[in-house]
């Protein structure tokens, strides 16, 4: 045990190979944060019509490098954190192949630098989906190929922590829900990263002349295999985050194992079949195919996100009217740490994760809804939600929490970390519910100028369609001033924030607000027992406000898709 | 124990599952069921749906076909481009070609007529979005998709590219006229 740090606050133990690497992948994701958001005020202000600020090809090798950095670079390393937290650090195991997983950090730390060189030298503006026969330079390419297979290697390391921990019996039982989260999002990155070899492999030897010709409707189809189930890794992974801030600031524990990981276990069997999606008003494929896939198999895995949706909030109220929160239907909730900033960022992603991303999800990915939504700037919004949101504020959140933890350092402006989530939450949300609304009017996404300067003809959208696009881009400009505070938070403590004697607790003093005593495993040998399950609920319901918060989903998530079907009723006939 | 922990009951599998989770996973899985049931229920039902009709072309022979329909049916052109106006019989097969940077040809049509669209790029994707209307499209090179549509509301249409196709993507703009 020599090569372990116990965590003196949580009572994790941290392998020294695995935290150099956490540490390493959480500080390349958060430079891909900064650049992704740098690169998103140049967005945001094009795309608000009074301010129209880059000309049309900046904005386009803007769009392609913000899109590429935001969800590609800063999420996929941060998930690779994740992954060694959850199998090194949670199993109390050392990390498999540590110089694999160097090697693995290192190939993607090459190819993220390859990829945006090519953008910045300014002949890849092809946007991060690339569709052929649109061609950028054979290092754009190259560049998200050793990316993952960088990725891939730090599959297969967590892959080898797991076997290792099994073999050497560093824990009892089956591996925690937590891990078993990060199993669903590793299984779903090796499947995503297939499909992405299929794809770009040959698309690179096509840019460098070897290949005469892709068929651009195949490459569709396989390059979503890739584009969709990466974001499917985000939400296995940042439903595992949910789990785990639950359980860190709050000592919540699943309300049922096996409920959750069958949740989990049905984003493996049918998630994937998500690239359907993107190719809803495609030609050449049948209805029947696009069905089926499209609805992830009758919506299984829609009804896993359901699942979680309630499952996790669920687990939290349990918690809290534990602690004796239990007046009313929402006292546990008023009460909740809002202070927290790993609390309340987790807790406004799993709403707007809800409410907005997953609704217009299923909405816009129904068969003939797509018509009407299709590359309108309704699909920002919608993915916005899901990974700007979802992924990326659950993520914030975490980091807020690793600082003191895993980096040891006292985090600065903790005022300021305490508003950033609403900040970044709220604004969003304004961004999100903006650009919705200037898609259903039929403003199109990835485009530098609705006026259309330069065009033989001409057309005008409604003014209504720029009143919304200009509110969108205050909340995005807001957007990016929050993650400018997130940004300034984190690097700023790393590097002036005050050092923690590394066998200090300090957790006690996290933000002045206590963590949950749960969390504070003194003698991590033992695992505790629990506490037989007390019933703190009315009408045999642990969580009855939970009940309530998913039955209004619920209600929202009907009226709103049959207003969409109302809506596409109105548009001409089609046969 | 909490989520981050093995499970504090080594058979978790066979504990009890809370009332509350099975009556919310029941009526998660209806819903589930019936947005299922909507898509086909559409097809039969419903007004909006892609034929599904496509075939494999290459844009010289798309670009043939386009080129007869403007050769027969051309009413006027328009702009200093010298755009054609087509104006095809009721019923009849039309042609729209997208190409950088623009939608060819504009095409006139009669409100309430059915008429056979068939769509294709003669070099990149682009994407076929009817305005205000709000129909879109991906228009795949080497693919000739094949919809009837029929316009039930008279004016003038615009058709933006709301596939990024390089740049003067925000200059490609097409156009359809309904008449009454």
Known sequence: MANFRLCPDTGLYFDKNAESLIKVNAVAAVVSLLVAGILALGVALTRWPAVHLLPADQFYMFLTAHGIDALLFWIIFFEIAILYFASSTLLRCRLAAPRWAWLGFALMLIGAVTTNVAIFQGSSSVMMTSYVPMQAAPHFYLGLILFAVGALIGCFVFFGTLVIARNERTYEGSIPLVTFGAVTAAIIAVFTIACGAIILVPTLLWSIGYIAYIDPAMYRVIWWGMGHSSQQINVAAHVSVWYLVAGLTLGARPMSEKVSRFAFLLYIFFLQLASAHHILVDPGISSEWKIFNTSYAMYLAVLASLIHGLTVPGSMEVAQRAKGYTHGLFEWLRKAPWGNPAFSSTFISIVIFGFIGGITGVVMGTEQINLIIHNTIYVPAHFHATVAVGTTLTFMGLTFFLIPVLFRRQMIFPTLARWQPFLFGGSMTVLILFMMGAGTLGVSRRHWDMDFAGAALSFEYSGMAYTLMGIAGIGAVVAVLAGGAFLLITVGSLLFGKKLDPSAGILQNFLGIPLSRGTYTAQPEVLPMAAPVEEHGSAGFEAPGTFILAMILLISFVVYYFINWKYLSSVWPLS | ?180
């Open chain 2, 1 to 180: 124990m909490t989520a981050y922990l093995p499970p504090a009951q080594r058979i978790w599998w066979k504990e009890p599952v809370g009332r509350q989770e099975i009556l919310w996973i029941a009526i998660a899985l209806i819903w589930c069921l019936i947005m299922f049931f909507m898509m086909p229920y559409w097809h039969v039902y419903g007004k909006q749906n892609l034929s599904n009709e496509a075939y494999q072309t290459t844009p010289a022979k798309f670009g043939e076909k386009v080129q007869a329909m403007i050769d027969e049916y051309t009413v006027r052109t328009e702009t200093d481009q010298q755009i054609p106006v087509v104006a095809p019989p009721a019923g009849s097969d039309i042609y729209m070609l997208g190409r950088l940077w623009q939608w060819w040809p504009i095409l006139e049509l009669e409100k309430d007529k059915t008429y056979r669209l068939h769509l294709s790029s003669m070099d990149w994707n682009h994407g076929f979005s009817l305005q205000p209307v709000n129909i879109n499209l991906q228009v795949i090179p080497g693919y000739e998709m094949v919809l009837n549509i029929t316009p039930d509301t008279a004016g003038e249409f615009g058709v933006v590219c709301n596939e990024y196709c390089g740049i003067g993507h925000h200059s490609m703009l097409g156009r359809i006229y309904v008449k009454e």
